[in-house]
């Protein structure tokens, strides 16, 4: 079992929970979730750094975040369907969960 951060501690290493509130299609195999955490607060970052996001039973990959840094209420991932572990990211509904390691870089 993979250990789930649910707590308000930002530990980047251990993967959160997060919901995504809102799925946009750019191109035909390209989606921008919207995602927010579960619980805890939205960690901070940087212009060009990526997460580990992680569908569930699929696995993870490095994904780059697309929203501003000035948006502090959600986070927003712009993925392209390249593989099994993006597909099952941009086929996520609006409530789904993914998981999310970072920060980094």
Do not use: C
Request: charged share 15%.
């Amino acid at each position: 079992m993979i250990p789930v951060n649910r707590g308000h501690v930002d530990v980047p290493m251990v993967p959160r929970i997060y919901r995504v509130v809102d799925k946009v299609w750019n191109l035909a195999d390209i989606a921008t979730l919207s995602v927010v955490p579960v619980s805890g607060p939205l960690p901070s970052f940087e212009p060009a750094q990526s997460s580990m996001v992680g569908a569930w039973g699929v696995g993870e990959a490095a994904i780059s975040i697309s929203s501003p840094t000035s948006v502090t209420t959600l986070d927003e991932y712009s993925i392209r369907r390249a593989g099994r572990i993006t597909s099952a990211l941009v086929d996520l509904h609006v409530g789904g969960e993914i998981m999310i390691r970072g920060p980094f870089g």
